[in-house]
């Protein structure tokens, strides 16, 4: 069974870089065709996609625009780790983080099959 | 970007109702359509997948249907664990895109 944890530290202040982990057990995180994404979801507020990457041949990263190009989405086979950075945090990203896959086949619609439960930060000086 | 609007935002219903909830997307999204189910502290479940696809495992009282840019989730015999938001997401094209939830409780 494919499980996602996120780690981070909870609080960052305004300004930093944002630094999270995704570690992923049950399966190896490039041996196949997947799309490891970001999300998040300020406190009473709706899902924002942040970016994914792709582990198949092109290994393809794309961000959300909305973004502003402050995001780095990465990954270590070594380490079977996702990792997400946010530079320039403002308390506007203040939010829960979760990480989530999507596999990748003939006719698939690539749909977030597997999420972490997600780690909540809080951007204050 | 593709936006999503789902209806309604929230509503109340008891163990053993039926309950739709509609997604509707700003453009065509063929069947690029997936919903999920949010509890606090879980991780998030995937429901549905290609507009009406049921997940391995998901109980068959879960129903999606439609194409284009309407959508529909039908939940029947609603379960206590069924209480919980719940989500479309189109996978269509990037930047993926949520609706804005809908939360069902307990009458």
């Known amino acids: 069974q494919v499980q996602l944890q996120e780690s981070g530290p909870g609080l960052v202040k305004p300004s930093q870089t944002l630094s999270l982990t995704c570690t992923v057990s049950?399966?190896?995180?490039?041996?196949?065709?997947?799309?490891w994404n970001w999300i998040r979801q300020p406190a009473g507020k709706g899902l924002e996609w942040i970016g994914r990457l792709y582990t198949g041949g092109s290994g393809s990263i794309k961000y959300n625009p909305s973004f502003k190009g402050r995001v780095t989405i990465s990954i270590d086979t070594s380490k079977n780790e996702v990792s997400l950075e946010l530079s320039s945090v403002t308390a506007a990203d203040s939010a829960r983080y979760f990480c989530?896959?999507?596999?990748?086949?003939?006719?698939?619609?690539?749909?977030?099959?597997?999420w972490g439960q997600g780690t909540l930060v809080t951007v204050s000086s | 970007d593709i936006q999503m609007t789902q209806s309604p935002s929230s509503l109340s219903a008891s163990v053993g109702d039926r309950v739709t909830i509609t997604c509707r997307a700003s453009q065509t999204i063929h069947n690029y359509l997936n919903w999920y189910h949010f509890q606090p502290g879980r991780a998030p479940k995937l429901l549905i997948f290609g507009a009406s696809s049921l997940q391995t495992g998901v109980p068959s009282r879960f129903a999606g249907s439609g194409s284009g840019t309407n959508f529909t989730l039908a939940i029947s015999n609603l379960h206590p664990e069924d209480f919980a938001t719940y989500y479309c997401q189109q996978t269509y094209t990037t930047p993926l895109t949520f609706g804005g939830g809908t939360k069902v409780d307990i009458k």
């Open positions: 049950g399966g190896s995180i490039s041996s196949g065709n997947f799309y």
């Open positions: 989530a896959r999507a596999r990748d086949y003939a006719g698939s619609v690539r749909p977030l099959d597997y």
